[in-house]
């Protein structure tokens, strides 16, 4: 006879997740003396670092000073957010992809792409300015959070292919209030897909302060979708460079995902068409002006005695040189023949798209003599 | 080497089945995944057995998540895998409308052509099938609504072979549309057959006194209305638009401007329905050779109704030979 009294199998749990790299950083996400010896980061990189992020924040103020002449449609300044796409976008191997969010400005300049063509999108000349696969660099996707998934997606199938390709993909804060961001997370924890979550939490959403966006703190939902994750000081280019670093061998060695929080502040607004003084006080900001991504990492270079003004110059005036170039690229920058928007819906266009392009490129002709092609 | 062939007798669902597992075999990045896709073989069986043979890498479970089912396939088809996506129910795909909308059908244009996306998002639709709500419904026009995708449906087992391996073959992103209550219809394929374009109506019965445009379930209605209409002496032509985004109009007009007559119908609501399209554009391009207003027969403009009365709304034979006699009078 069965003997009904048995207990039901004990729950099986999940292990408690490991989490070396957070044991490198102290509470307020730097990295202790351990982790600096461990990350083990160059003075070389400690000055690439620098130096991309004064290219950054210099070619973001250009980005500014376009749109505020008129050149642009729109700009979305990365003020505030040097540290965290500079040293995302530096740690990843030239061989790792990026899914970026529409921010990741500086991500962008580390992969090398021509911030000129880069600013054709903010220009209204074209949706996308480069060859993802070029630069194994993504597109700026608008809709918040919806690129999430497509980075998870794509690490599945570098896990697919046995690559040791990892891959990293950012959003802000509000992101992670849509469901797609929660739904990607999932995935990823599922398949042990070899993605690195990057926040960049500057906690406003536009207007919306992380007081009303955020219950909890991101960085532990990560548990909640069974990878670990750490919470990172968004100004400090070093222990972000560091932890991303770690973060994608722990993904490439077929660890999982692995989320960090970079705890920044949105200095400047949510984009030109923005008016912060609308929902917060200059007293809110001042704070965080002092919290300065460039200004740390000369700290520390100056600390490793790896700083000389000399270097400062050159940064400086690479940057401005860069800034002049990028503002030549996106004056000179025409637009494409009208009937492109037609060209590019489909790879293999149906014959009824074509009637309609010829029929628009007719209908076009006469007023359109010169322009573009 | 000359491929051989058999003639079997399989419903839609095989040869659904069929296809996927030539595909898999024939190209080693197709993908399938989805919702209980795996060892259930999908709820309609659909996937059936494929996990076995493929491997759990190339057919897997999903968790419940539509929207990051279609985000993933297009991740997967950067890196350059033909994802086969599953959405379990029409209504059910709705979480994954900004992935689909905003994304896949945009990614082409967003990268200047440098990632195109071949992937497939089957999707059972339509009603019939005595189903509670979300089970039943027919969101064909918000697909072929939006530029970058390509919405096609079979009505028949030997089409929806060849469709959806066609589908899955092209480089652009597909809506299979799969009429769920024609799962088990059954009809004898001579396989593997002949890839089919994918953007190709079908005559499915020549006539000469009226033309009725049907798609998907309805194209079993139209032929059922036709053998009747025979029996009073009237010749019905049906077609079978199997392509819904882009529409096939060189065969379109080619029937109306032989039968002069047209009636369109579809299980979705007649309000802004494809009907409403196919309609207009042949009152404007073939104004002078149509003798009577195109009709439309299809769902009034109400939710899909409770399954005790599905069948008072879906468009029968009936209401099409009425629709036929309207277009008579003239």
């Known amino acids: 006879m069965a003997d009904v009294t048995s207990a039901p199998p004990a729950r099986r749990d999940t292990p408690a997740l490991e989490n070396p790299i957070a044991a490198l950083l102290t509470p307020e996400g730097t990295l202790t003396a351990e982790g600096e010896r461990v990350a083990g980061v160059s003075d070389a990189t400690l000055r690439d670092l620098y130096r991309l992020m004064v290219i950054t924040r210099r070619l973001d103020q250009e980005g500014l000073n376009l749109q505020r002449q008129g050149e642009l449609g729109l700009w979305g300044p990365t003020l505030g957010h040097e540290a965290a796409q500079v040293g995302g976008a530096l740690a990843m191997r030239e061989t790792d992809w990026i899914f970026p969010y529409y921010r990741d400005f500086g991500m962008a300049i580390v992969r090398g792409i021509d911030p000129g063509q880069i600013l054709t999108v903010f220009k209204g000349l074209r949706h996308g300015a480069w060859d993802p696969h070029q630069y194994r660099f993504g597109p700026f996707v608008i809709p918040v959070g919806t690129q999430v998934p497509h980075a998870v997606g794509f690490a599945m199938g570098c896990k697919l292919d046995h690559e040791q390709t990892a891959v990293l993909t950012c959003f802000g804060e509000g992101a992670t209030s849509t469901g797609d961001w929660h739904e990607a997370m999932n995935f990823a924890g599922v398949f042990k897909a070899p993605v690195v979550f990057l926040c960049q939490n500057n906690q406003w959403a536009i207007s919306v302060p992380m007081s009303e966006q955020v219950a909890g703190r991101i960085v532990d939902r990560a548990a909640g979708y069974g990878l670990p994750g750490v919470r990172v000081d968004g100004a400090d280019a070093l222990a972000i460079y560091a932890v991303t670093q770690m973060a994608a061998d722990h993904a490439r060695r077929g660890d999982g995902p692995y989320l960090i929080e970079a705890f920044s502040y949105r200095l400047g607004p949510h984009t030109t068409s923005d008016d912060p003084t609308r929902y917060r006080t200059e007293a809110d900001v001042m704070p965080w002006r002092a919290h300065d991504p460039i200004a740390r990492a000369a700290d520390q270079l100056r600390k490793r005695g790896a700083w000389d003004d000399a270097f400062e110059r050159a940064c400086q005036s690479e940057a401005d040189e860069r800034a002049a170039r990028m503002r030549q690229t996106l004056i000179a920058a025409t637009p494409d023949h009208p009937s492109t928007v037609f060209d590019l819906v489909y790879a293999n266009p149906p014959q009824t798209l074509i009637a309609e392009r010829d029929a628009f490129v007719a209908e076009l002709a006469p007023e359109t003599p010169q322009e573009g092609r | ?330």
């Open chain 2, 1 to 330: 080497m000359a491929t051989a062939t058999t003639t079997t007798t399989v419903t839609m669902g095989k040869a659904l089945n069929l296809a996927l597992h030539d595909s898999l075999r024939d190209d080693s990045r197709v993908l399938i995944f989805g919702e209980d896709v795996g060892k259930l073989g999908g709820v309609f069986r659909v996937t059936d057995g494929l996990q076995d043979e493929f491997g759990a890498e190339r057919v897997f479970n999903t968790p419940l998540a539509e929207a990051t089912i279609a985000g993933t396939a297009l991740g997967l088809a950067v890196k350059g895998f033909h994802p086969v996506a599953e959405m379990q129910f029409d209504a059910f795909s709705y979480p994954s409308f900004q992935q689909v909308t905003s994304n896949i059908a945009k990614y082409h244009t967003r990268t200047g052509g440098a990632c195109p996306m071949s992937l497939v998002i089957r999707i059972p639709y339509g009603g019939n099938i005595g189903a509670i709500e979300q089970h039943s419904e027919s969101p064909e026009t918000y697909y072929a609504h939006t530029a970058g995708l390509k919405v096609v449906t079979p009505s028949n087992p030997a089409d929806a072979y060849g469709l959806l391996r066609a589908a899955i073959a092209d480089p652009d992103p597909v809506i299979f549309l799969e009429p769920k209550a024609r799962y088990w219809m059954k009809q004898e394929v001579t396989l593997p057959a002949p890839p089919e374009s994918i953007a190709k109506a079908r005559i499915a019965r020549t006539g000469t006194d009226a033309t009725v445009i049907a798609y998907g379930p309805m194209v079993s209605v139209a032929l059922a209305a036709a053998e009747t209409a025979a029996s009073e002496g009237v010749a019905l032509e049906v077609l079978d638009l199997r392509s819904l985004s882009p529409i096939d109009w060189e065969t379109v007009y080619a029937s109306a401007r032989k039968t002069k007559r047209v009636v369109v119908t579809h299980e979705a609501p007649v309000f802004l329905g494809l009907g409403g399209e196919i309609a207009a554009r042949l009152m404007h391009d073939l104004f002078d050779t149509l003798v009577a207003p195109v009709e439309r027969v299809g769902a009034p403009t109400t939710p899909y109704p409770p399954s005790r009365y599905e069948k008072l709304f879906l468009p029968d034979a009936d209401r099409l030979l009425e629709a036929v006699d309207r277009t008579r009078e003239y």
